[in-house]
C-alpha cells in the first residue's frame, strides 16, 4: 500500500474575522474579469457629496441617496434568490459592457447553487475616493461608493448567514442608480473576496451527509461526494451525534483556484490537500457551516485509503469546531483529527510518520510537544509537527481510551464562565490534563517522549 503522505495533511486555522478565507458571498467578478482577493481593513474618508466634483447640495441628499442605493441592492438579492438573470442585469451600469457580461457570467456560474437566503447591507458609504478621471470617465449624474456586505446561507446546511464584503462603485443615469463596478476600490487596498462561482460553472452533489460544490463535471465531482459519505459516520462513530453530521466540501478546478479562494500565492498550498474553514468555537446552532476546501491536484495523487483519511481528517475538525478555541494547542487539535483520520485505516507508525521516525532514528527524539508555530505550512518541519501531535492523541486513546481523549478534547474547549474571559493556555491545559486524565502537563509530556522512543522505531 502506497504510504500516505503527511505533508498533504494540513488544516488552515482561519480566524472568525475573516470567517470562511474563501469569502463565498459576493457576487461578482471585477469589471476586468480579475480575482480579487479577501478584503483588508482601511480607513473610510471622509465622504465625498455626491462624488462627482459637485457640491452635495446640488445631487439628492445623502440620506434619500443611501434609501435608494438600498433599494437597488434589495432588488438584486430578490433577483439572485429568485434566479431572474434579467432583473439582476437591469440594476447594472447599462454603459458597464465589460463589467455587465462578468455579472451575467457570474450569475449563470452560480445557478445551482441552492441559497437558502442571500441579502445585500450596505456598510460603510464612501470608503474610498475616485480618481478625477475615473469620474470623468464614468459620466454620470452622480457616483457613490460603499461597502457593501451580502449574507446567504446554503439551504440545509448553513445555520446562520455567510457574510463576505464587496465595494461597490454607483452611477445615477437619468435618475436611476445602478451599479457600474466592483474593482474601484483595489486602488485603496480594498479588495473583495472571491467566490468558487468566479471561477467557473458550478455543479452540485449532495446527500444527507453533505454538500460537494466544484468546478468541473458532476462525474468529477462524485468521488467527493463518496468521499465524503465515508466520512461522516467514521467522525460520528468517534466524536458523537452533538454535531451537525454533515458538511459543505468545494473543489476548485486546480491548486492555483485553490489558493485565489484562499486569498494566498499558489505555492503556499503546494503541499496541502484539503484545509477546513471556519469560526473557532462557534455553538452548531449559531454558525454558518465550515467549508472544506479541496486542492484537487494534491487528491488525484492519492489513492482510496489516502482521500479517506484527507476527508476524515476535515471533516473531524468541522466536528469539533464549537469546541475548538483559540487557545486550543494545534498538536491537539490537528493530532486529534489525524487520530480519527488514521483510526481503522490499516496504517502503521512506519508508514504514517516517516519523518519522525527518521529523526528518531538519527538520534533527534522530540522532548517537547510542538508549538502552534510549528505547523505553519511553510516550516520545513511541518509533517513532523503533524506526526507528533497524532502520536500524543495515539497515546492518549491507547492508555486512557479514546472516550477519555474526547473528553481531554471538549474539557479544553469548554467555554469559560461568563465575565472571565478567554483562559491562558497553560492554565486550561493543566486544567483539562488534571481533570480527564489525572496528570499534569508536564507528566503527560514525560510520557509522551518515552512513548515517541517506543513507538518510533
Known amino acids: 500500500m502506497r504510504r500516505i503522505p503527511r505533508w498533504l495533511l494540513v488544516l488552515v486555522a482561519l480566524c472568525a474575522t475573516v470567517q470562511l478565507g474563501i469569502a463565498l458571498g459576493v457576487i461578482g467578478l471585477g469589471s476586468d474579469g480579475s480575482s480579487p482577493s479577501p478584503a483588508k481593513t482601511a480607513a473610510a474618508p471622509a465622504p465625498h457629496g455626491a462624488e462627482s466634483g459637485r457640491p452635495a447640495a446640488q445631487g439628492q441628499r445623502p440620506d434619500a441617496r443611501r434609501g435608494e442605493i438600498t433599494h437597488l441592492l434589495e432588488r438584486r438579492a430578490a433577483a439572485v434568490r429568485a434566479h431572474d438573470k434579467a432583473a439582476y442585469l437591469a440594476t447594472v451600469d447599462p454603459r458597464a459592457a465589460a463589467f455587465r457580461d462578468a455579472q451575467a457570467a457570474v450569475f449563470d456560474n452560480a445557478a445551482q447553487v441552492p441559497f437558502g437566503a442571500f441579502d445585500f447591507e450596505l456598510v460603510t458609504p464612501d470608503p474610498f475616493s475616485l ?151 462557534a455553538s452548531t446552532e449559531s454558525a454558518a457551516a465550515d467549508r472544506v476546501i479541496v486542492n484537487p491536484d494534491a487528491f488525484r495523487e492519492l489513492g482510496p485509503v489516502e482521500r479517506r483519511v484527507v476527508m476524515t481528517h476535515e471533516i473531524t475538525h468541522v466536528a469539533s469546531r464549537a469546541f475548538t478555541r483559540n487557545w486550543t494547542p494545534t498538536w491537539l487539535s490537528e493530532g486529534f483529527a489525524d487520530y480519527v483520520g488514521y483510526l481503522n485505516s490499516g496504517q502503521t507508525i512506519r508508514s504514517a510518520a516517516p519523518e519522525l521516525r527518521r529523526d528518531v532514528r538519527d538520534g533527534r527524539v522530540p522532548q517537547t510537544l510542538p508549538s502552534d508555530q510549528q505547523f505553519e505550512t511553510t516550516q520545513d518541519a511541518l509533517p513532523q509537527a503533524y506526526e507528533m501531535g497524532w502520536l500524543a492523541c495515539r497515546m492518549v486513546a491507547e492508555r486512557w481510551g479514546q472516550a477519555k481523549l474526547v473528553a481531554l478534547y471538549r474539557e479544553v474547549g469548554e467555554a469559560p464562565p461568563d465575565g472571565t474571559g478567554a483562559p491562558d493556555q497553560n492554565t486550561r491545559m493543566t486544567g483539562a490534563f488534571v481533570q480527564t486524565l489525572g496528570i499534569s502537563p508536564d507528566e503527560f509530556t514525560k510520557a509522551w517522549v518515552q512513548y515517541v522512543r517506543a513507538q518510533v522505531k
Open 131 to 281: 480618481p478625477s478621471a475615473r469620474r470623468a470617465e464614468l459620466a454620470a449624474e452622480q457616483v457613490f461608493t460603499a461597502q457593501v456586505d451580502v449574507a446567504y446561507r446554503l439551504t440545509d446546511f448553513d445555520n446562520a448567514p455567510v457574510r463576505s464584503s464587496q465595494f461597490l462603485t454607483f452611477v445615477l443615469r437619468d435618475g436611476t442608480w445602478y451599479v457600474a463596478a466592483d474593482s474601484d476600490g483595489r486602488q485603496a487596498g480594498l479588495k473583495p473576496g472571491l467566490q468558487l462561482w468566479d471561477l467557473g460553472p458550478v455543479n452540485v452533489l449532495q446527500d444527507k451527509t453533505g454538500i460537494v460544490l466544484g468546478i468541473g463535471n458532476k462525474n468529477d465531482l462524485k468521488s467527493y461526494q463518496k468521499d465524503v459519505e465515508t466520512a461522516v459516520p467514521d467522525v460520528a462513530k468517534v466524536w458523537g451525534r452533538e454535531w451537525a453530521g454533515k458538511a459543505v466540501v468545494v473543489v476548485p478546478g486546480n491548486q492555483e483556484q485553490m489558493a485565489r479562494l484562499l486569498g494566498a500565492e499558489p505555492q503556499k498550498y503546494a503541499r496541502i490537500a484539503a484545509v477546513t474553514t471556519g469560526e473557532r468555537g
